[in-house]
Nanobody
């Protein structure tokens, strides 16, 4: 069974870069699988619904939500079976629970996510 675990600082100062890592176990983030996946980042601000941030696909293709594209960088380290999120120039509006997740289709959005990490709270505050 695939497991995903977010890690990174829980507190980030305004204007700095939020950086999180998702460690995947029980499945490969590369093409060495019979089912191709899209390794995704989602966040949920307090009192709001989840927001899809972006993904890096099994192939290395990367997608960013248009609303966050200018500040978002997703990458991967295949040797460690990890993928990362960097969100630059953060403000308190970026405070949220951040999740990594596995998607089964690039077009299904949140509904296409079949495995989630437990989420990690990231607070942007000075």
């Amino acid at each position: 069974q695939v497991q995903l675990q977010e890690s990174g600082p829980g507190l980030v100062k305004p204007s700095q870069t939020l950086s999180l890592t998702c460690t995947v176990s029980g499945g490969s983030i590369t093409t060495n699988t019979t089912i191709y996946y899209y390794w995704s980042w989602i966040r949920q601000p307090p009192g709001k619904g989840p927001e899809y941030i972006g993904y890096i696909a099994y192939s290395g293709e990367i997608y960013y939500s248009p609303s966050l594209k200018s500040r978002t960088s997703i990458s991967r380290d295949t040797s460690k079976n990890q993928f990362t999120l960097q969100l630059s120039s953060v403000t308190p509006e970026d405070t949220a629970i951040y999740y990594c997740a596995r998607g089964v289709s690039p077009g299904w959005g949140i509904n296409g996510l079949d495995a989630w990490g437990q989420g990690t709270q990231v607070t942007v505050s000075s």
